[in-house]
């Protein structure tokens, strides 16, 4: 099982073709205290880079992009009553959704995890 | 763009690791590692310290020495009424334009100090105070002088229900203080102050105008109390949005009059009239009169997802009745709250609404403000 990032600080790790994302400890340090997320429905296809789940903090709201193309299989929905758990454990249990990796191939473009710090630590 | 100004506290917020970001020309700390949410509660329940030394301070006085002239003057320009105030009290007000649209919001004084009671002492918004100053030394009639401070005073507000117990261990005088009332005291044997019973977080608390010299002493020695800690501009705008507090440039601007923005309460009886001889009278009389076409109100979205700035409100029918103005999350309320402006048939509280965000509707009601009871010492 690999993970890879993106350079908009989502991890997507992968488990067959099923690929299960979410944001960065980095990322959701950044936004700071999450209060509220808001998951895609089931079964929507999304395209790499497509608006996949929003997430707020007490200030402002951020969009999360989907890694890779493919189909929506399954969203954490106890983040609609524990959005804090973004904050506690954003590389663990708040994680946001699983989806169908519709291509493999375009998990070659993101960074893997030795690359993704190497980036966090240039900005 | 051209450098940012600092206040003389801001060597200490990037010592003390805060975030700091461009706020109306100066470089602020919006939080600290504490961060945003923490901040707001920990200023609910004990004691939270702010600076807002980047605000416009101005002392009005007349050449004739007395208060009246003063006040007479300042009252061409504001819908308070400032003749009445007190030696030590405080009102909150608003600059009108010839509208009746409001240039800015701001907070006037009477000094209570001996030998100084003659003189008004204004605290205005940092974004608006170029301006403001620049209304007001064209709008004062002449034998009138006006004093900005802003080379001399820095400004910091010391907020919530430990507040009291935190400064009175500076100077005990400053316990008897009721809301809206200031008094000019040493907090030290050799740092005076100007101290004010107010603020903009709904909590009890004190705003101290402070020589820039002594700043950041007085900051240090706030900050030994351990209910004491610094908070930034992030919390100080979810603290003031519960509190039902207008933020100038958002909630309130020229589009709008004191009346739409529900502060008819700050505009004294006598001052209601077309012909009570302020800019924009006329406007807030008719405003009063029942015809202006929206009212601010407060909105509690229904769910956890809160509404921004800008959301589009919508009657049950799906027409446009109004915009949100200051959206965001109450970490005391433990909900979404948020306040904009609606059509005046859909002002009362309980009415419902929905707010548009990112293209769906979203169940809201119109509320009661504040969504955090104000907890302000009467006396």
Not at chain 2, 95 to 116: C, K, P, Q, V, Y
């Amino acid at each position: 099982m690999s993970v890879k990032y993106t350079e908009d600080h989502e991890w997507i790790k992968v488990d067959g073709d099923i690929g299960t994302v979410g944001i960065s400890p980095y990322a959701a340090k950044a936004l700071g205290d999450v209060v509220y997320v808001e998951l895609p429905e089931i079964g929507r296809e999304v395209a790499k880079g497509d608006e996949a789940a929003v997430v707020e903090s007490v200030k402002a709201a951020s969009e999360v992009y989907a890694p890779v193309g493919g189909e929506v299989t399954e969203v954490n929905e106890k983040l609609e009553d524990a959005p804090e758990t973004v904050n506690a454990s954003a590389d663990g249990d708040g994680w946001f959704l699983k989806m169908k990796i519709a291509d493999a191939g375009e998990l070659d473009a993101l960074m893997d995890e030795a690359a993704y710090k190497t980036y966090c630590d240039g900005l | 763009m051209s450098e940012l100004l600092k206040t003389k506290l801001h060597a200490k917020h990037v010592e003390l690791y805060a975030k700091m970001v461009p706020f109306a020309g100066y470089d602020m700390p919006v939080q600290y590692p504490m961060g945003v949410m923490k901040e707001h509660l920990h200023t609910r329940e004990k004691a939270g310290l702010f600076d807002v030394s980047h605000m416009g301070q101005c002392f009005i006085f007349a050449d004739d020495g007395t208060f009246e002239t003063a006040a007479k003057a300042l009252e061409r320009l504001v819908p308070a009424d400032i003749q009445s105030l007190q030696p030590g009290q405080q009102r909150y007000s608003q600059l009108l334009n010839d509208e009746g649209g409001i240039l800015d919001d701001l907070m006037i004084s009477r000094l209570g100090f001996e030998g100084h009671t003659h003189k008004l002492y204004l605290v205005v918004n940092a974004g608006c105070k170029a301006d403001d100053f620049m209304h007001l030394a064209t709008y004062m009639p002449p034998g009138i002088t006006i004093d900005v401070a802003d080379d001399t005073l820095s400004l910091i507000a010391l907020q919530g229900p430990k507040a009291v117990d935190v400064l009175s261990q500076f100077n005990p005088a400053v316990k008897d203080l009721t809301f809206m009332t200031s008094i000019d005291v040493p907090l030290t044997p050799t740092i005076w102050c100007h101290v004010s019973r107010s603020g903009y977080t709904g909590e009890d608390g004190y705003e101290i105008s402070i020589k820039h010299d002594d700043v950041e002493e007085l900051t240090e020695l706030l900050l030994k109390n351990d209910d004491v800690e610094m908070i930034g501009l992030g919390a100080r705008d979810s603290l003031r949005l519960e509190a039902g507090l207008c933020l100038y440039g958002h909630d309130i601007d020229t589009s709008v009059s004191p009346i739409e923005a529900g502060l008819f309460w700050s505009v004294q009886k006598h001052r209601r009239s077309a012909d009570a001889g302020y800019k924009g009278a006329a406007r807030v009389a008719a405003d009063i009169a029942d015809k202006s076409t929206k009212r601010l109100v407060g909105i509690q979205p229904e769910g956890r997802a809160p509404a921004r700035e800008h959301t589009e409100i919508q009657d049950m029918d799906g027409n446009t009745i109004g915009e949100i103005t200051s959206g965001g999350f109450g970490p005391t309320a433990g909900a979404p709250v948020a306040m904009g402006y609606v059509a005046r048939k859909f002002t009362k509280a309980g009415t419902p609404v929905q707010l548009i965000v990112r293209g769906k509707p979203r169940a809201a009601t119109v509320a009661t403000m504040p969504f955090a009871p104000h907890r302000y010492y009467r006396g």
